[in-house]
């Protein structure tokens, strides 16, 4: 995750994009990788690609729900965008983070995988 979010944050640099557009992306890129990752850990060794997924715990979806709603208003609101020093982020940037999060999440999958695979269950 780490090296995820100092990826987008150079990227967005190299796009030309000022500093508060880097570092916006960045925490963006952190909140989606936390938001992964809540639902990709919820069992140690067993697979998160099932319909439980998002039903299995509500409160979890809940709280994912609201995490994005107080996310997007921290990087589009305009007071508080004033506050953070945030900056509205283009479409491209987005694709970015969330391709990044997927590939977190599959990264995690896979660890999964070869923990069932060498039939262990947990730590």
């Known amino acids: 995750m780490m090296a995820a979010t100092f990826a987008v944050f150079e990227w967005v640099l190299a796009r030309g994009a000022g500093i508060d557009a880097a570092r916006t992306a960045a925490v963006n ?7 992964v990752y ?15 997924l998002f039903t299995g715990n509500p409160v979890a979806l809940w709280m994912a729900v ?8 921290f990087t589009y609101a305009p007071p508080l965008q004033r506050v953070f020093h945030t900056v509205a982020l283009d479409a491209t940037t987005w ?15 896979l660890e999964k995988a070869v923990l069932r695979r060498l039939n262990i269950r947990s730590m």
């Open 66 to 73: 609201l995490l994005v709603g107080l996310q997007l208003a």
């Open 95 to 109: 694709g970015m983070i969330v391709a990044l999060g997927a590939a977190k999440f599959v990264a995690v999958e």
């Open 38 to 52: 809540l639902f990709n850990v919820r069992h140690f060794a067993a697979t998160a690609f099932h319909r439980r």
């Open 29 to 35: 890129m952190l909140v989606v990788g936390e938001l």
